[in-house]
């Protein structure tokens, strides 16, 4: 894509053909008057099933958006009507990795997806008139999804043969039944012997899964000719969609809802409704009573390439995390506070890791704008942990106040690293013998 009005055609053709007919993918659900903007940060169009329109940053101001940073999005309204606003990465997709197992589209389906699947999780599954009772109740006995550093082959290995499992079944459907029983025998391995991995996955699992369902759906109707028959966009995704080689917790429940969701409608199971309001999974509503194969191994492509996955995550992550624990737990360093109520727009980051020195949810590589009356701080790269004090969540990041790039003036605390910028406000306060700085 050359620019984002080349970018924001392509997404409005798609949005055009699909959208209009998003009760097939999903009952109940219509997209036909949701919208997109489109920003590469100085020019942005609104687009929707009808057409496209330039949108002055003017327009922007009078419905109240601010235009989120690069390779990020945003759910807002627009015009009155459910929206999402995306910047594309600055590239416009031109250096985006293909991914090999096929469930990160390449734009300009990327932004189209990315559209699909954002306004699903807040418009569908957690409408305001109507939010899926299921999640809820799942909600409240989660854990959350972060994976214990150092990381561990196994679990990933069991996962990922629950997916490959799956989708041998789409793709050989006559076959279907022995490939069944063999993601059941997968995943009871799963849950048995990695018990704590497993705990607290269902809610994911369902939100996920589901949300990403939806996606992939929309990106095969926008591909295939006929994008009202299932078949056909069952076996675009049974050609796109490739087996799981390499370890990812994170993206275990997005790709095991989606093919789980494409067996059951190839079987003619209607599970959906009952996702919505039992608080069960994708997987589990097509494994129902389905016994689990014997004994199985996973082929030696999938476990080499999980084991030397794990091994190089150990090795990265390790020095994005054990400085943070460190440093958090050095008491001759302040942790700035931040507030996530105060952050605009999404968070990104690379992924949710715990460790059993610090049990808290930590993030390396984040990306967050936190936004308050008293100032704004930028995290671009810094590793920040997840902390719950009175029931409001914190983003912690430790800092070195001797530091060049951290300096605290009276209550102004200014920030000057890469990875960490701003000014803001502070309120100290001392904690078994720590200073915690609270951004106001
Ligand atoms: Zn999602």
Known sequence: MASVKELTDSVQQDVAKVWPHTGRIWPGVDFSDHQVLLSDGSTTYALDAKGMKPVSAQDLKQNKIDIPSPDSFDVVTWQGKPALIIRPAKDLGAGQKADPTGLTAREPAYSFGLASHEQFHPYVQNAPKSPWTSLQKLEKSAGDRTELYPLKPEPRIARAMVYNSLLSALQQPKERDAFLAEAAYWNTK???????????????????????????????????????????????????????????????????????????????????????????????????????????????????????????????????????????????????????????????????????????????????????????????????????????????????????????????????????????????????????????
């Open 190 to 440: 799963w849950t048995k012997n990695y018990p704590e991995d497993a705990e607290g996955q269902e809610a994911t699992d369902l939100l996920e899964g589901t949300a990403k369902y939806f996606e992939q759906s929309a990106i095969a109707m926008a591909a295939v000719d006929r994008p009202g028959d299932p078949a056909q966009v069952r076996a675009y995704l049974a050609k796109t969609l490739k087996p799981m080689k390499v370890a990812s917790k994170g993206i275990e429940p997005y790709a095991i809802g989606t093919v789980a969701l494409l067996n059951a409608d190839a079987k003619g199971l209607d599970v959906k409704e009952s996702l919505t309001t039992e608080p069960t999974t994708p997987l589990a509503a097509l494994l129902k009573g389905v016994k689990p194969a014997g004994s199985q191994s996973a082929p030696a492509d999938v476990t080499r390439g999980i084991e030397q996955g794990v091994q190089a995550s150990n090795k990265e992550l390790g020095p994005l995390i054990e400085p943070f624990v460190a440093d958090v737990q050095d008491k001759s360093k302040s942790v700035l506070m931040l507030p996530v109520e105060s952050v605009s727009g999404s968070v990104g980051g690379k992924g949710f890791y715990t460790t059993e020195e610090l049990p808290i949810s930590i993030t390396p590589k984040a990306r967050a704008t936190f936004k308050s009356k008293t100032g704004t701080v930028r995290v671009d790269g810094a590793t920040v942990g997840e902390i719950d004090e009175d029931d409001k969540g914190y983003f912690a990041v430790p800092l070195d106040l001797d530091d060049a790039d951290a300096a605290l003036d009276g209550t102004r605390l200014t920030l000057k690293a890469e990875g960490l910028s701003g000014t803001v406000t502070v309120k100290a306060a001392t904690n078994d013998g720590q200073q915690f700085l609270y951004a106001q």
